[in-house]
């Protein structure tokens, strides 16, 4: 598994490319902003990208979407709980493929040999969600290196959030994190120095 991370947009969200080295199918993780920066990638290495998942649909997690869809042909991942906050102004991505897939928690979705197990994580967002590929987890705003998502935009919830990163740190074993934005971390890590990941499982 070869992850790729493309820092984009002005809000510098991180968009993930993860491939099957061996057969080069690809899945997207949030296409944020600079559709031609994705798609250069993915046509530099002659990948063929067969599904775009999107942890959240806030506008900076979103806006190459359309553009990417076009272009690809890939098949769009999203938590139906998530369209509370499509037509809000924090997402100007426009409307969602109508043969996008609403995946929920506990769902897999295979690209070639990869699967990415869905894990319900609101709090950020109604329907936001982390994906487990591998030894990687794709934590979009949920949780990120020494932080999480903040929760004072519409549909956000403190009591979520804090539970969604109990059920992230109660993950076995340890994991590499990719966030949606700034460097990745470690689980071990956030279990440990995290104060939020630390309130969630009782620690001072």
């Known amino acids: 598994m070869l992850i790729k991370t493309l820092v984009v947009?002005?809000?510098?969200?991180?968009?993930?490319?993860?491939?099957?080295?061996?057969?080069?199918?690809?899945?997207?993780?949030d296409p944020g902003a600079e559709s031609n920066t994705i798609m250069n990638y993915i046509?530099?290495?002659?990948?063929?990208?067969?599904?775009?998942?999107?942890?959240?649909?806030?506008?900076?997690?979103?806006?190459?979407?359309?553009?990417?869809?076009?272009?690809?042909g890939a098949r769009v991942y999203v938590c139906k709980k998530d369209l509370e906050t499509v037509e809000t102004p924090l997402n100007k991505g426009g409307k969602l493929p109508k043969d996008t897939?609403?995946?929920?928690?506990?769902?897999?979705?295979?690209?070639?040999?990869?699967?990415?197990?869905?894990?319900?994580?609101?709090?950020?967002?109604?329907?936001?969600?982390?994906?487990?590929?591998?030894?990687?987890?794709f934590s979009g705003d949920t949780l990120f290196a020494g932080s999480c998502g903040r929760t004072d935009f519409p549909g956000g919830d403190m009591k979520q959030i804090i539970a969604s990163l109990k059920k992230l740190a109660d993950l076995p074993g340890d994991y590499a994190v990719y966030p949606g934005h700034e460097g990745a971390t470690r689980l071990s890590r956030e279990r440990e120095y995290n104060p939020y990941m630390r309130m969630a499982l009782g620690m001072r």
Not at 10 to 20: F, K, P
Not at 58 to 67: G, I, S, T, W
Not at 104 to 129: C, M, N, R, W, Y
């Open 9 to 29: 947009g002005h809000i510098e969200t991180n968009c993930y490319v993860v491939t099957d080295e061996k057969t080069l199918e690809c899945a997207v993780i």
């Open 43 to 72: 046509e530099e290495n002659s990948l063929k990208c067969r599904a775009i998942f999107l942890t959240h649909v806030h506008f900076d997690h979103v806006m190459a979407l359309p553009k990417l869809y076009e272009q690809t």
């Open 101 to 137: 897939v609403y995946y929920q928690d506990g769902d897999e979705i295979t690209v070639s040999s990869l699967v990415f197990k869905v894990i319900a994580t609101p709090g950020h967002t109604p329907g936001g969600v982390s994906l487990v590929c591998g030894d990687a987890i």
